[in-house]
């Protein structure tokens, strides 16, 4: 059996269980203890700042850091971001204007579309991945699962690429969730996970009754005994990587800005605009990891798996990612973050347009949505279209490798940039992807 420790890739399951190991699992494994007045009626004007950067501003730079909202087991495209209320199977919800002219939404979004003018609308994704393992690696990662190979999640490449080796903070967290893993790029740059974006992180403080001078005896004796075992595996890029880990993770524990993980600091209205639920204060914490530097980081939501009761389901959980994805764009948007920042929200695939015997929907890889907002993207557009039923694309097909090179095209990063595995493989960012030039503002 293989084991997670040394492929950070392995062990996740459907929709959000226990997966990639984080640097914190890490550290604790070797020390012991180791937006304005429309996101929500009670945010007071107060609070509202300009939503854009100011007019004549230079155009925006490469985008620095990337968040993906990700809506784990698939939720319907018809039901959210491509309703088809004409349709026969287009079910109950109704379709509802935006502020982006001829855009509509389902109307459980009513803040998502009084914010569509600064959103872009990808209706044409499509895949062939319908089994939720392999069609999250394939949406996490631009690669589909090939035997033994772990490829790692972009957010790994960007911290890989893009991530300063200095930085106290992680380069890139998931919260609520874990990612796919940094595969054979190794732990060094697997997700900082954040299991309750309300609670304290897990071990940012040394165990009760240690203080500092034990600590450090802590450190240096452990140093001392991994030393012998260090050197004669040194070869092996997952012994380095995972003392890196731990030296990454005591500079996170002493350094000042360990305090982004709490949100205490953050208004109450605004934290109510955000909402009360993990998937709200995670989106809160994912905009203060940002304006931090981090360059990724990953919000899941679970729960889209709707094969049965799809409509109750569909309304409970786009009641809470309404309003936390339009207070994440306007509260980027009001301190000039969108600028730097991309934020993506989408999951493995859609649904069918079918409402199967349970009331349901099905899985359906064949064309689904996502939604996009920030730095170099075009404001107020839909780019793709399915049919009268959103069952087929009939306009402007996008693969998962064409989206994550949109992302790289706007990161600065080079797509045919080729890793190599530690067997010496030539791996590229991106495989036969080429940028939606629809999403792209230049």
Request: with cysteine; aromatic share 6%; hydrophobic share 40%.
């Amino acid at each position: 059996m293989s084991n997670p420790l040394l492929d950070p890739g392995l062990g996740h399951r459907c929709e959000c269980g226990p997966g990639a190991t984080s640097r914190r699992a890490f550290l604790g494994g070797s020390l012991g203890s180791l937006l304005g007045a429309l996101l929500a009626p009670r945010w007071p004007l107060a609070f509202a700042r300009p939503l854009e950067a100011a007019a004549g501003a230079a155009p925006a730079g490469p985008a620095r850091s990337v968040i993906v909202l990700w809506l784990a087991g698939g939720p319907s495209h018809v039901d959210s971001f491509d309703p088809k209320p004409k349709s026969p199977s287009g079910g109950p919800f109704r379709a509802i204007r935006t502020a982006a002219p001829g855009v509509e939404l389902a109307e459980h979004l009513p803040r998502t579309a009084a914010i569509a003018d600064r959103l872009a609308f990808l209706r044409s994704l499509t895949s062939n991945e319908g089994n939720h393992l392999r069609a999250r690696y394939f949406v996490q990662t631009g690669y589909k699962p090939q035997g033994a190979l772990r490829h790692p999640a972009f957010g790994s490449v960007v911290a890989e690429l893009l991530g300063d080796p200095a930085a106290a903070l992680p380069a890139f967290v998931a919260v609520r969730g874990p990612s796919a893993g940094a595969g054979f790029l190794g732990p060094a740059y697997a997700p900082f996970h954040i299991g309750d974006p309300g609670l304290p992180v897990r071990n940012l403080a040394p165990a009760e009754g240690v203080d500092a001078a034990r600590f450090e005896r802590r450190l240096e004796l452990l140093e001392a005994v991994e030393a012998p075992f260090a050197a004669r595996h040194d070869r092996r890029p997952v012994v380095g990587g995972i003392r890196d880990v731990r030296r990454s993770a005591v500079a996170l524990m002493r350094s000042p800005q360990a305090k982004v993980f709490d949100l205490s600091s953050e208004p109450q209205a605004l934290r109510d605009a955000y909402g009360w639920n993990d998937f709200g204060q995670g989106c809160l914490l994912a905009r203060r990891l940002v304006e931090e530097g981090v360059r990724c980081v990953e919000v899941t939501q679970s729960g889209w798996d709707t094969h049965q009761d799809n409509f109750t389901k569909s309304r409970q959980l786009l009641s809470v990612f309404d309003p936390a994805f339009a207070t994440l764009v306007s509260d980027l948007g009001s301190r000039d973050l969108l600028r730097s920042t991309i934020v993506v929200a989408m999951g493995e695939f859609g649904r069918t347009p079918k409402i199967n015997t349970l009331d349901g929907r099905d899985h359906h890889p064949r064309a689904f949505s996502a939604v996009l907002a920030g730095s170099g993207l075009r404001k107020g557009v839909v780019v793709g279209a399915t049919d009268e039923i959103g069952s087929e694309i009939v306009a402007d097909p996008a693969t998962v490798p064409d989206l994550i090179a949109t992302l790289c095209a706007r990161l600065d990063i080079d797509a045919g940039f080729e890793h190599r595995t530690p067997q010496g493989r030539p791996i590229k960012v991106v495989d036969n992807g080429r940028p939606i030039r629809g999403l792209l503002a230049t």
